[in-house]
């Protein structure tokens, strides 16, 4: 569906704002004044004028649709009482009651915020002069080369088992595919979490609320709300697993340099999970002053809208910078997921695009079948967790199993509603990849693009050869050039220590 009717620059914001369609005519409304016998001119100006408003109309505005979609709504957006899933199945709201007040105070300024351009606006700027966006899209081609290798390794290695079983294995030759990193370890504070920490501390004044308190994993939402509150003069209490405190020192001594009092936390497995419980408990007691800065896309409705929503301009950006480059769209966008931050807020932009696949790479610790692991999609079964169902480790009394994962921003037993929504429907491939598959790939992004990728980002990348040999994911064969869009959601320099104690793994073969 296409606008027409004489849109002017004035005109054509308000009009695309308005409806979820794929183009706009440029008519009557730029050109200059006709004169009787004459063909119409186009006035230059306003085309450049118009285009930049048609182009700028939507930016920021994440409660629009982007354009028609052919899925499920429930795919998109929740029902009224915050569920996702065509059956509605997942999300929701379950937490003590002394929390009911604040999350419906939370959604009313949000669903009020959301349509605000000005909230919008000034999101905008901060993420521009402040945190550097938009970040870039870099075309890898010498990692491209490599991810090619392996897939061919790993394909060879199937066909070998699979003619040992007496079958026929498959002889032609993978496709190569153009590869394009979405830098968000170039960001301020060098990961994709401080564009929901500036928004969420925004939200915090909007709420009337003097305190802030996070949870945090690998330490890189700790250290994206920890700056967000300096910069806003807002106190912060930072939640961390005593584990992840040891095995993510870097980014402690950055939270407690930024001013944020780091509370260590022992229970459990002391990981993620348990600095989550402990930053919910801190919020009931303290939930008139304090809002809590959910760093994940899961929990309690309405937490996993608010974070996709400020994580999506990851999509956006992204969509927008490969149609300048390659005129289209990605075949194959892929993130690693825990929470899921980082991955729906790459896939967001493109769930009703058909053209494009969409997929996910867990952490499987020490291999699924293993049982130690953290691939949640993969290895799961829906349950309640943090205030929201969803796909969770748990044991058949419905206890959690604790999670494995080298990756500390990815050793999280669940994962966001909306992802686990979108794995059900099919529109969602998973793979996986192991500890030892991720600092290999790891080494080899370090070796072959100059670029350190976080232990989580790693994954993403390992897991690529064995969707591209058929091993997992749909199994289906992308074409020859297929374009892959990769989330590089952040940097690794806090990951040496794990690097260190996986010292006997060597990158992909081929590279010194």
């Known amino acids: 569906?296409?606008?027409?009717?004489?849109?002017?620059?004035?005109?054509?914001?308000?009009?695309?704002?308005?409806?979820?369609?794929?183009?706009?005519?440029?008519?009557?409304?730029?050109?200059?004044?006709?004169?009787?016998?004459?063909?119409?001119?186009?006035?230059?100006l306003k085309v450049a004028l118009f285009a930049k408003r048609a182009r700028a109309a939507r930016i920021d505005r994440p409660n629009l649709a982007v354009r028609?979609?052919?899925?499920?709504?429930?795919?998109?957006?929740?029902?009224?009482r915050g569920r996702w899933g065509m059956e509605r199945d997942f999300g929701g709201r379950y937490v003590p009651e002394t929390l009911m007040?604040?999350?419906?105070?939370?959604?009313?300024?949000?669903?009020e915020i959301r349509h605000d351009p000005r909230f919008w606006a000034e999101l905008n700027e901060l993420l521009a002069r402040f945190a550097g966006r938009p970040t870039a899209l870099y075309r890898a081609d010498r990692l491209s080369a490599a991810v090619h290798t392996e897939a061919l390794r790993l394909h060879a290695m199937r066909t070998r088992a699979s003619e040992s079983n007496g079958r026929q294995g498959a002889t032609d030759d993978l496709p190569?595919?153009?590869?394009?990193?979405?830098?968000?370890?170039?960001?301020?504070?060098?990961?994709?979490?401080?564009?929901?920490?500036?928004?969420?501390?925004?939200?915090?004044?909007?709420?009337?609320?003097?305190?802030?308190?996070?949870?945090?994993?690998?330490?890189?939402?700790g250290v994206a709300t920890a700056t967000a509150c300096a910069l806003l003069g807002l106190p912060c209490v930072v939640f961390m697993g005593e584990e992840d405190i040891r095995r993510q020192a870097p980014n402690v001594l950055r939270m407690r340099a930024l001013g944020a009092e780091v509370r260590s936390v022992t229970s459990g497995t002391a990981t993620l999970k348990d600095a989550v419980n402990e930053a919910m408990r801190d919020w009931v007691t303290n939930v008139e002053t304090t809002h809590y800065v959910l760093g994940s896309a899961m929990g309690?409705?309405?937490?996993?809208?608010?974070?996709?929503?400020?994580?999506?301009?990851?999509?956006?950006?992204?969509?927008?910078?490969?149609?300048?480059?390659?005129?289209?769209?990605?075949?194959?966008?892929?993130?690693?997921?825990?929470?899921?931050?980082?991955?729906?807020?790459?896939?967001?932009?493109?769930?009703?695009?058909?053209?494009?696949?969409?997929a996910v790479a867990e952490a499987a610790g020490d291999g699924v079948e293993t049982g130690r692991h953290a691939a949640a999609i993969a290895g799961g079964t829906p349950g309640i967790l943090h205030?929201?169902?969803?796909?969770?480790?748990?044991?058949?009394?419905?206890?959690?199993?604790?999670?494995?994962?080298?990756?500390?921003?990815?050793?999280?037993?669940?994962?966001?509603?909306?992802?686990?929504?979108?794995?059900?429907?099919?529109?969602?491939?998973?793979?996986t990849a192991t500890d030892r598959d991720a600092i290999a790939a790891m080494r080899t992004v370090t070796r072959t693009e100059g670029i350190l990728p976080a232990l989580e980002t790693a994954h993403a990348v390992a897991a690529l050869p064995k969707i591209l040999a058929g091993l997992e994911g749909s199994g289906q064969r992308l074409p020859d050039g297929a374009l892959v869009l990769l989330g590089f959601s952040g940097r690794g320099d806090k990951d040496m220590a794990a690097l260190e104690r996986f010292s006997d793994v060597a990158p992909w073969a081929g590279l010194p």
């Open 68 to 80: 028609p979609t052919p899925v499920h709504p429930g795919l998109l957006e929740t029902d009224d």
């Open 1 to 44: 569906m296409t606008l027409a009717g004489g849109l002017d620059p004035a005109t054509v914001g308000p009009a695309l704002r308005g409806a979820p369609v794929v183009g706009v005519d440029v008519a009557s409304g730029v050109e200059v004044p006709r004169k009787p016998g004459r063909r119409p001119v186009k006035d230059a």
């Open 387 to 431: 205030g929201s169902r969803s796909l969770m480790l748990q044991d058949r009394d419905g206890q959690v199993v604790e999670a494995h994962s080298a990756s500390a921003g990815l050793d999280y037993p669940g994962v966001g509603p909306q992802l686990a929504a979108l794995a059900e429907a099919g529109r969602l491939e998973v793979a």
């Open 101 to 111: 007040g604040a999350l419906e105070q939370l959604e009313s300024a949000y669903d």
């Open 176 to 221: 190569r595919i153009r590869l394009y990193l979405k830098r968000e370890d170039l960001a301020h504070t060098g990961a994709h979490k401080i564009n929901n920490a500036l928004g969420q501390a925004l939200l915090t004044r909007r709420l009337g609320k003097t305190r802030v308190i996070a949870e945090t994993g690998a330490g890189q939402h």
């Open 300 to 358: 309690p409705h309405p937490y996993p809208t608010i974070v996709r929503d400020l994580q999506r301009r990851i999509g956006d950006e992204a969509a927008r910078q490969l149609a300048d480059v390659e005129g289209r769209l990605p075949d194959l966008a892929l993130a690693c997921v825990g929470g899921g931050s980082n991955a729906i807020g790459l896939l967001a932009r493109f769930i009703g695009e058909p053209s494009v696949r969409l």
